[in-house]
């Protein structure tokens, strides 16, 4: 090992990462989850169903002509 466990730089490194404040806050970012990929599922809605276009409900009681 490196570091011998009496030395300064030894305790000083284990006061820093046996924090309780930094331990608390890593507990924290194992939960974070990125949403990116629920964004670009939204921002695909929003292109093929834009929010300022209003859609009417006439038409759908009308057949439709299926292409399969």
Do not use: N
């Amino acid at each position: 090992m490196w570091l011998k466990k009496d030395s300064v730089a030894y305790q000083d490194l284990t006061s820093l990462v046996f924090d309780k404040r930094l331990l608390k806050d890593l507990q924290k970012m194992a939960l974070f989850k990125h949403t990116g990929p629920l964004e670009i599922f939204h921002r695909a809605l929003l292109k093929y169903l834009p929010k300022c276009q209003a859609f009417s409900y006439e038409g759908e009681g009308l057949p439709r002509h299926h292409g399969t």
